[in-house]
């Protein structure tokens, strides 16, 4: 099963920008369709964006014009650009591994404050 690393959270000002990743450990990384979903507190997880093995991308509508999801299949590592970042866009950011079945990552908190 394939194993998920995530980094690049943090704690950033309103405006601001992250870029999080997310390394995989399959050797079928690019057959993959990965992706990223946020929960904040009290609220249902939800989806932020998802790309393909062929690199087709999907986001949610709150977040589009502002993050972008690209994958590096050499690297086996898919990334969320955020940018333009709001208060509201706090939450844990959980990686996923799509395939024959789904495997998450361990999550990383992403905090917009000033």
């Known amino acids: 099963q394939v194993q998920l690393v995530e980094s690049g959270g943090g704690l950033v000002q309103p405006g601001g920008s992250l870029r999080l990743s997310c390394a995989a450990s399959s050797t079928f990384f690019s057959q993959y369709t990965m992706g990223w979903f946020r929960q904040a507190p009290g609220e249902p997880c939800d989806l932020v964006a998802t790309?393909?093995?062929?690199?087709?991308?999907n986001y949610a509508d709150s977040v589009k014009g502002r993050f972008t999801i690209s994958r590096d299949n050499a690297k086996k590592t898919v990334y969320l650009q955020m940018n333009s970042l709001k208060p509201e866009d706090t939450a844990v950011y959980y990686c996923?591994?799509?395939?024959?079945?789904?495997?998450w990552g361990q999550g990383t908190q992403v905090t917009v404050s000033s």
């Open positions: 996923y591994a799509a395939r024959f079945s789904t495997t």
């Open positions: 790309i393909t093995g062929g690199g087709s991308t």
